[in-house]
């Protein structure tokens, strides 16, 4: 099952996919046309995986049979982050289960992150598989991040289980796996029905050092 997407009242529920979540083009074509009905028919977005994942992130598969693709695919993605960072609507990352690398930069482009408390992991791998951040990927996380935090993050690989990552300050709150999907809509739902138009000028501003690195 590839991207999905369902409405809690007026809180768009974009659920990544039943597996690996991993970003192949037709992925990122589909959850771009469920991003444009999202800014026209909702005020808060909140996107999930199901099962272990949230999201693995790049589709390395795709990448080593196109390889002459790669500066364009890495651009996609970038292209993503930057939509998720600067989204005219309040946004929310329910981590439900495992999100590695690009998966974990997706979670941490939104405005807030509720993760599972008591299984999966969220880590920046990079380190250990020998892909260097992008300025941008790098932007993105150091934006987010406290310096310590990103130190670890990035140049060790370090595995951050949900009770860590709140400690880290990579997520804003943790939940039990059934409890996920009704925290961040607890959390959303007060700060839904803002301007979009405003709020995207704001995030735009925070962010433009990142977007800019990004794009």
Not at 64 to 83: C, H, I, K, P, T
Not at 149 to 167: E, N
Not at 185 to 207: E, F, H, Q, S, W
Request: charged letters at 20%; one cysteine or more.
């Amino acid at each position: 099952m590839t991207a999905n997407l369902h409405y809690q009242d007026k809180i768009a529920v974009l659920t990544l996919g039943d597996d690996e979540n991993r970003f192949s083009p037709d992925w990122l074509d589909t959850v771009d046309a469920h991003l444009d009905a999202i800014e026209r028919d909702a005020q808060g977005l909140i996107t999930i995986g199901s099962g272990k994942f949230y999201s693995n992130g790049l589709d390395l598969d795709w990448l080593m049979a196109n390889g002459d693709r790669a500066e364009w695919y890495v651009s996609r993605v970038q292209e993503l982050f930057a939509r998720i960072l600067t989204f005219p609507l309040p946004t929310i990352a329910a981590v439900n289960g495992h999100t590695f690398g690009a998966g974990a930069m997706l979670a941490t482009a939104h405005d807030y992150r509720v993760m599972r408390e008591d299984r999966g992991y969220y880590c920046f791998p990079e380190v250990d598989i020998n892909i260097p951040f992008t300025p941008g990927m790098a932007a993105l996380i150091q934006a987010k991040l406290s310096a310590q935090a990103a130190v670890t993050a990035m140049t060790t690989g370090h595995r951050f289980s949900g009770p860590d990552a709140l400690a880290a300050g990579l997520v804003d709150a943790t939940a039990s796996e059934d409890e996920v999907l009704t925290t961040a809509v607890d959390r959303l739902t007060p700060i839904v029905g803002k301007n979009p138009a405003t709020l995207a000028a704001i995030k735009t501003t925070m962010y433009g050092t990142v977007t800019a690195a990004l794009r």
